[in-house]
């Protein structure tokens, strides 16, 4: 059979609801590594189900000024996708998305991408065993879904009075408008998060007057960025050893801080000396470095990289606000320290839904319970994938398993061999369903709240969005990215409510 020909048909072209075996929810690292694998395995009976004009997820909707990954590249790319011309240590948001539009295609991925696909509702039906979808372009039916969707992909903008009567231009960082010519403006900042301290520099020559309101000031040290010469290239291109040792290289590096943010916070004490120092070296006002210096432990939020934020604060257009933005009253901005300042535009870099992640919001699972509804009072998976009540269903970077310090795609890879070990293993024992059992979910979750109680997300003196409303952390990992590794490697029967495929299972009810 041709690789078109096994492609199913699009999504609405008439003959009843279409039926695939496999539905993914997302392109981005996780939705591409899904199709990837799942053709590496023979299925070839899979939609990816997009809701934008193009592949990227968030790669290819954040394109604020200076966006780029704070991991380097070699590692945060597909260990089956090496990419030997990667321009800097740390890729710009261009070289990522161009990445993924190439590997798409390396691996004959595009022709199974339904594009304005966004998915409305996902429900398990149960007499039938398989999940009904309904999305902008029509139903569909499949066997398995898998959500792909990401925790960075629903922006967040704060709740503030008065926002709607803004009369200037308001956009949050990962929906850049580069339409509005900047040149000259009053532009407010919302935040000081990993976007936020990637952004201002790049904008603040060309701004007026850029206010910046800073809740909580981040951890930062220095970015030690290069770019990759050309003799490297060449021996990369060449050598797919040396690629595999600098991919070796930066996982190690990157996991031996693994120890401090788990175990022994002390650990983190020098990189708070360096973070210090950092401040000292680009700020000569006493007050403004009071201002930008954290009080609390290094790693409780996610520590960021920048060589250009402190300089980009002491230039004469620049004013931090040491206070959130609590409201919009006509043209000006108020900060909850009172200061007021009348803008243009309002910036914000207020981050993601992550631990209320919406896609939730639209599946339902057995006994008509929606997965948000489920997670009321806080997100749980078993081994960061699964959920009980939710039979044939796979989550991409779920509950507890996220990370700061190293490479996600790392983590999606680890949750895609489990993925695909379920799918084989459904096919080999010839299940029509896997549930997580209930108890098997708790035990996982004892296990993760154990380790979590030493953590620096928990005792570090932050509030993060590593937490949920209850304080509870429910997205991050708290052990080594290998030992996630590990724990995805097979999947286990013994964890799961199994059913027989509808065929035997007839067969058996014949007997
Ligand atoms: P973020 O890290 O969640 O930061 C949000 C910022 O908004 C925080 O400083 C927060 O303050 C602030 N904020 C929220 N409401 C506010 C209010 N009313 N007034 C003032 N400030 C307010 O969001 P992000 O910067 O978009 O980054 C999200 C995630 O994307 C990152 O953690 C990272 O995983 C990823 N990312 C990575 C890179 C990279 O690799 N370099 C770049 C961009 C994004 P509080 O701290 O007080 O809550």
């Known amino acids: ?60 909707d954040n394109t604020y000024p200076g966006c780029a990954c704070d991991v380097p590249s070699h590692l945060y790319s597909f260990s089956f996708a090496p990419n030997p011309r990667w321009p800097r ?86 929906r850049w408008n580069h339409d509005y010519d900047l040149t000259g403006k009053r532009v407010a900042v919302i935040g000081t998060g990993a976007s936020a301290i990637q952004f201002v520099p ?88 009071a201002a930008v210096t954290p009080n609390f432990r290094l790693g409780c939020k996610r520590v960021l990289l920048s060589n250009d934020w402190y300089p980009a604060l002491t230039q004469p257009n620049v004013s931090l606000v040491n206070a959130g933005l609590t409201a919009v009253q006509g043209d000006t901005v108020v900060g909850s320290d009172g200061t007021r300042r009348d803008v243009d535009a309002i910036i914000f870099g207020t981050g993601f839904h992550v631990t209320d992640m919406p896609i939730a919001q639209r599946i339902t ?11 009321a009072d806080g997100m749980e998976a078993l081994r960061g994938t699964t959920v009980h009540g939710y039979p044939n269903f796979f989550l991409l970077i779920g509950p507890n398993s996220g990370l700061s310090h190293s490479s996600m795609v790392f983590i999606i890879e680890s949750q895609l061999n489990y993925v695909i070990d379920a799918l084989v293993t459904m096919d080999r024992h010839q299940l029509g369903t896997v549930e997580a059992r209930h108890d098997a979910q708790q035990r996982w979750n004892a296990l993760l709240d154990r380790r979590m109680k030493r ?53 058996a009810r014949r007997e």
């Open 365 to 375: 699972g057995r006994g008509g319970v929606r997965l948000a509804d489920r997670w």
């Open 202 to 289: 790049r904008i603040q020559p060309r701004v007026g007057e850029l206010t910046v309101f800073q809740r909580t000031a981040p951890w930062i040290l220095p970015r030690a960025d290069r770019p990759i010469t050309r003799t490297e290239r060449a021996v990369f291109s060449r050598s797919a050893l040396a690629q595999k040792a600098a991919r070796a290289g930066v996982y190690l590096v990157r996991e031996a801080e693994v120890p401090g943010f788990i175990l022994t916070p002390a650990i983190l004490r020098a990189a708070e000396v360096a973070g210090k120092a950092h401040i000292r070296r680009a700020i000569a006002d006493p007050a403004l470095r």
């Open 455 to 507: 953590t620096i997300w928990v005792n570090g003196g932050c509030h993060s969005w590593y937490q949920d409303a209850n304080g509870r952390v429910t997205t991050q990992w708290p052990s080594s990215t290998w030992r996630f590794r590990l724990v995805t490697r097979k999947f286990d029967v013994g964890e799961y409510r199994l059913t027989a495929t509808p065929a035997l299972a007839v067969a």
């Open 89 to 174: 240590s740390f890729s710009a948001q261009p070289d990522i998305r161009r990445y993924l539009e190439d590997v798409v295609d390396r691996f004959g991925v595009r022709p199974h991408v339904r594009f304005h696909t966004e998915v409305l509702d996902a429900t398990w039906v149960e007499s039938e065993r398989h999940w009904h979808l309904r999305t902008t372009t029509g139903e569909l039916t499949a066997t398995v879904l898998i959500s792909a969707a990401g925790p960075l992909s629903d922006p967040q903008v704060p709740a503030v009075p008065g926002l709607a009567g803004f009369s200037g231009e308001v956009w949050h960082s990962s």
């Open 1 to 60: 059979m041709t690789e078109t020909a096994e492609v199913p048909a699009a999504i609405g072209d008439g003959g009843g609801t279409p039926h695939v075996r496999v539905a993914v929810i997302g392109t981005g690292f996780g939705g591409i590594g899904a199709a990837v694998r799942l053709k590496g395995v023979g299925i070839h009976d899979f939609v990816l189900l997009e809701r934008a004009d193009a592949i990227g997820g968030t790669w290819r």
